[in-house]
């Protein structure tokens, strides 16, 4: 994980529609950015339908939330019209930027090893300052955990 205190790597990625987003778009804003490893399966759906309901109370609070997984564009429209997120999803397909938030790791299933996103969250400041950094989240506590950091 990067550590709390220290600048957030900018970075481009395009979302949902296909656009380029950079995370310096933002500044001025406070940003949860979360790292999750799969649109439409059962904790990332959890986890993005947690943030969705939880939006107009982050928005008011002054923030956005931005998700990266290394899924495709064309993914991230139908997670994003399936579950009616409001917020923007990024893919990361060659996981650069997973990489760049040391998010990027070996992981095990079944004694097969592999490389894959763990689930992590960053809270940034207005500045672009890393304020909260939690690893290996539960999918289903994470939004509250945001919110609550935002506070």
């Known amino acids: 994980m990067l550590e709390v205190g220290t600048k957030a790597p900018d970075f481009t990625l395009q979302n949902q529609e296909g656009k380029e987003v950079s995370l310096s778009d933002f500044k001025g804003k406070k940003v949860i950015l979360y790292f999750y490893p799969k649109d439409l399966t059962s904790g990332c759906t959890k986890q993005a339908c947690g943030f969705a309901e939880r939006y107009p109370l982050i928005t008011e609070k002054g923030a956005i939330v931005l ?17 009616a997120l409001p ?3 990024l893919s990361d397909p060659d996981h650069k930027v997973q990489e760049l938030y040391d998010v990027w790791k ?8 592999y490389m894959g996103t763990e689930r992590s969250t960053y809270l940034i400041d207005e500045e672009g300052t890393i304020v909260k950094a939690l690893q290996k989240v539960q999918p289903a506590k994470n939004p509250e955990q945001m919110v609550k950091a935002l506070l």
């Open 67 to 83: 998700g990266i997984s290394k899924d495709s564009v064309k993914k991230h429209e139908e997670f994003v019209s399936t579950y």
């Open 87 to 89: 917020f923007t999803l």
């Open 106 to 113: 070996e992981k095990s299933l079944y004694g097969r090893k």
